[in-house]
């Protein structure tokens, strides 16, 4: 009698643990990262197909028995499994997964992939990493960062240019620039004139991807080859290069950041140039020559191109001509997030003054984008960004061998004071320069040929619903 008692009890102990452990119970919570809620964590009963997701809060609800176990996982952070046991309510703190964001990029049309999954070459690069360079051409940040690429710079100074090249040139008349796509929009990277010739030289008016700031870069992924860029059509047969900006995301305290930099330039080399001779050809002194093969300068007095008696000596009119250039970059921004909803602001003022006097670049950018989700498991998303820029450039540079460009400088006859013209025009009102110089400028304000400002605006505004 007693041993069918306690096989009796030991049966309904057993059951009662059973419909305990089997019973269905309602399991909530938050998920959070650096203080701040997540919206848009997997949150999976491990081993069945039951899931949900955090809303634009972080708060999360799901039905599990006390021996289920939650997954949470989150593209960029770790993968995090908790027992249920007796807890009803679940709070999760998410830890970043530096070592899995490599293997995450953003292809065509902004869709994120594990790169290990693609068939093409993708690269990318973090936006931190173009902001430490501090060039104030976003193309000239791309040197040596991304494999196959290659930036060609036409020219020095300020509002230069550069063309991009991936895998080289596939075209011997079109172009061979990959094409850039800024959040969806795409953007021409135009590098001035087209019959930009050794002869036949025109100003440099800078490209077009240089009008970007890269304080606003989040990624900047390259699709490198057809395949990759195929979504894109035939202007990305040379490739793609995606950028995509920053939208705000959650930061303590009220998340402005300034920065501020500044830099100076100076001509790093020079070619050696001869400091013997002066003006004239065959030890011969000619007030009228280019050339710099006349007599030995000793000091000697002889009438020089204005008719006046001067000691013949040489000159470096490298040094006397250039300047020191300086670069002043300053950045303020500001992002945060609530819910589910999040904003980016920015503005961007470049100061750059080259080394030739009277070049000089000054670019403003002002973007702002705000990003919201609502509905549904947050499956709705407006994404607003207006962006402007406008880039003004005094004395752009010119490219090609003609007088009106360093030849100039370096050609002057050696015993010839290029100081001697900075007045531009003398008391009569006419421009000053020697008779050898035939159709030659002036031989200061040569390099200074373009002297009036040169501007252009680029405004975009780009929204989307998802």
């Given at each position: 009698?007693?041993?069918?008692?306690?096989?009796?009890?030991?049966?309904?102990?057993?059951?009662?643990?059973?419909?305990?452990?089997?019973?269905?119970?309602?399991?909530?919570?938050?998920?959070?990262?650096?203080?701040?809620?997540?919206?848009?964590?997997?949150?999976?009963?491990?081993?069945?197909?039951?899931?949900?997701?955090?809303?634009?809060?972080?708060?999360?609800?799901?039905?599990?028995?006390?021996?289920?176990?939650?997954?949470?996982?989150?593209?960029?952070?770790?993968?995090?499994?908790?027992?249920?046991?007796?807890q009803?309510?679940?709070?999760?703190?998410?830890?970043?997964a530096?070592?899995?964001?490599?293997?995450?990029?953003?292809?065509?049309?902004?869709?994120?992939?594990?790169?290990?999954?693609?068939?093409?070459?993708?690269?990318?690069?973090?936006?931190?990493?173009?902001?430490?360079?501090?060039?104030?051409?976003?193309?000239?940040?791309?040197?040596?960062?991304?494999?196959?690429?290659?930036?060609?710079?036409?020219?020095?100074?300020?509002?230069?240019?550069?063309?991009?090249?991936?895998?080289?040139?596939?075209?011997?008349?079109?172009?061979?620039?990959?094409?850039?796509?800024?959040?969806?929009?795409?953007?021409?990277?135009?590098?001035?004139?087209?019959?930009?010739?050794?002869?036949?030289?025109?100003?440099?008016?800078?490209?077009?991807?240089?009008?970007i700031?890269?304080?606003?870069?989040?990624?900047?992924?390259?699709?490198?080859?057809?395949?990759?860029?195929?979504?894109?059509?035939?202007?990305?047969?040379?490739?793609?290069?995606?950028?995509?900006?920053?939208?705000?995301?959650?930061?303590?305290?009220?998340g402005?950041?300034?920065?501020s930099?500044?830099?100076?330039?100076?001509?790093?080399?020079?070619?050696?140039?001869?400091?013997?001779?002066?003006?004239?050809?065959?030890?011969?002194?000619?007030?009228?020559?280019?050339?710099?093969?006349?007599?030995?300068?000793?000091?000697?007095?002889?009438?020089?191109?204005?008719?006046?008696?001067?000691?013949?000596?040489?000159?470096?009119?490298?040094?006397?001509?250039?300047?020191?250039?300086?670069?002043?970059?300053?950045?303020?921004?500001?992002?945060?997030?609530?819910?589910?909803?999040?904003v980016?602001?920015?503005?961007?003022?470049?100061?750059?003054?080259?080394?030739?006097?009277?070049?000089?670049?000054?670019?403003?950018?002002?973007?702002?984008?705000?990003?919201?989700?609502?509905?549904?498991?947050?499956?709705?998303?407006?994404?607003?960004?207006?962006?402007?820029?406008?880039?003004?450039a005094?004395?752009?540079?010119?490219?090609?061998?003609?007088?009106?460009?360093?030849?100039?400088?370096?050609?002057?006859?050696?015993?010839?004071?290029?100081?001697a013209?900075?007045?531009?025009?003398n008391?009569?009102?006419?421009?000053?320069?020697?008779?050898?110089?035939?159709?030659?400028?002036?031989?200061?304000?040569?390099?200074?040929?373009?002297?009036?400002?040169?501007?252009?605006?680029?405004f975009?505004?780009?929204?989307?619903?998802k």
């Amino acid at each position: 009698m007693k041993k069918n008692y306690l096989r009796c009890l030991s049966v309904l102990l057993l059951t009662l643990l059973s419909i305990t452990a089997s019973a269905q119970k309602p399991i909530t919570g938050t998920v959070r990262e650096n203080s701040a809620p997540v919206s848009g964590v997997n949150v999976a009963v491990k081993g069945t197909a039951k899931v949900t997701q955090t809303g634009s809060d972080g708060k999360f609800s799901i039905s599990a028995n006390a021996t289920d176990i939650l997954v949470f996982t989150m593209v960029g952070s770790l993968r995090q499994e908790i027992l249920v046991g007796d807890q009803q309510t679940i709070n999760v703190t998410l830890s970043s997964a530096e070592s899995e964001l490599g293997e995450v990029v953003i292809t065509a049309l902004g869709i994120r992939r594990e790169k290990k999954s693609l068939g093409y070459g993708v690269q990318e690069v973090k936006g931190e990493t173009l902001v430490s360079a501090k060039e104030p051409n976003l193309a000239n940040t791309l040197t040596g960062k991304i494999a196959g690429l290659q930036v060609v710079r036409s020219s020095d100074g300020p509002a230069g240019s550069s063309k991009i090249l991936l895998r080289g040139s596939n075209s011997l008349t079109g172009s061979n620039q990959p094409l850039i796509v800024v959040d969806g929009v795409p953007i021409d990277n135009f590098t001035g004139a087209p019959d930009n010739g050794y002869w036949n030289r025109s100003l440099d008016r800078g490209n077009g991807i240089a009008d970007i700031n890269p304080d606003d870069i989040e990624t900047l992924s390259v699709l490198k080859g057809p395949s990759a860029a195929a979504l894109y059509g035939s202007r990305a047969g040379n490739g793609v290069i995606l950028i995509t900006t920053k939208s705000g995301r959650a930061q303590d305290g009220l998340g402005i950041n300034a920065s501020s930099s500044f830099g100076m330039s100076s001509i790093f080399t020079n070619p050696e140039r001869q400091n013997s001779f002066g003006q004239g050809n065959t030890g011969v002194y000619k007030a009228a020559s280019t050339e710099s093969w006349g007599p030995k300068a000793d000091g000697q007095m002889v009438t020089n191109w204005n008719g006046q008696q001067v000691g013949l000596s040489t000159y470096n009119n490298v040094d006397n001509y250039m300047q020191q250039g300086t670069n002043i970059n300053n950045s303020i921004s500001f992002q945060q997030m609530y819910k589910g909803s999040s904003v980016y602001t920015s503005y961007n003022r470049l100061e750059d003054e080259g080394i030739v006097p009277g070049t000089k670049l000054l670019r403003n950018n002002l973007t702002a984008r705000a990003v919201s989700k609502f509905g549904t498991n947050d499956r709705w998303v407006t994404d607003t960004k207006i962006q402007y820029s406008n880039t003004k450039a005094n004395n752009r540079p010119i490219g090609g061998r003609d007088g009106s460009s360093a030849y100039t400088l370096y050609m002057l006859p050696r015993s010839m004071d290029i100081t001697a013209f900075e007045s531009a025009k003398n008391n009569a009102g006419n421009m000053l320069w020697f008779d050898g110089a035939g159709s030659q400028v002036n031989p200061y304000w040569s390099n200074q040929y373009n002297l009036n400002e040169d501007s252009r605006d680029r405004f975009i505004v780009n929204g989307s619903v998802k």
